[in-house]
């Protein structure tokens, strides 16, 4: 298993630009989410799945899209970026083992840098 | 106030200390926890998952919880250089299970000298 892929691992953008980040998952996992990871700010929800065709927002939703049309992929819109979604993001996918247990799995991280 | 609240540290310490991580909450609801360990330029990885009640042993990692003063605490004994790593605490989103959505502390970054 790949586990948890992201692509890109590094991307620069101008203001203004918009782009895609890529996730997926080999795992069969339900769960799905989107992260940011900020100095001093530690990780903050964007986004998360628990299926296919559902979303949700996180805490930090504003400037972002997210779908989930297959298990496997969650895919993060930045629709028109900002120097203040420069950080580094984190896709995780999680599976619920009962009794409340589950566990996330997260990716290698992709590093956004917005001039 | 952010749900769960995390020293960020830096915390140096040499080989062989017992190092102590906390993090405090405020959703009494919390039923878990868990504790990640990050190392850099490295996506967080399950360290260790623990119930609100008790502690839990996982070779040389304690976790512990205190419900009455809602708070969580990560022991290493003889840490070692390999140990050093951002841990970063966590609850989940909804009583019931994370299902995705958890609430991070900001992490402590640990760092092990020989």
Sequence with gaps: ?115 | QKEVEQDPGPLSVPEGAIVSLNCTYSNSAFQYFMWYRQYSRKGPELLMYTYSSGNKEDGRFTAQVDKSSKYISLFIRDSQPSDSATYLCAAPGWDGGSQGNLIFGKGTKLSVKP
């Design chain 1, 1 to 115: 298993n790949a586990g948890v892929t992201q692509t890109p691992k590094f991307q620069v953008l101008k203001t203004g630009q918009s782009m895609t980040l890529q996730c997926a998952q080999d795992m069969n996992h339900e769960y799905m989410s989107w992260y940011r990871q900020d100095p001093g700010m530690g990780l903050r929800l964007i986004h998360y799945s628990v299926g296919a065709g559902i979303t949700d927002q996180g805490e930090v939703p504003n400037g972002y899209n997210v779908s989930r049309s297959t298990t496997e992929d969650f895919p993060l819109r930045l629709l028109s970026a900002a120097p203040s979604q420069t950080s580094v993001y984190f896709c995780a996918s999680s599976y619920s083992t009962g009794g409340g247990q589950e566990t996330q799995y997260f990716g290698p991280g992709t590093r956004l840098l917005v001039l």
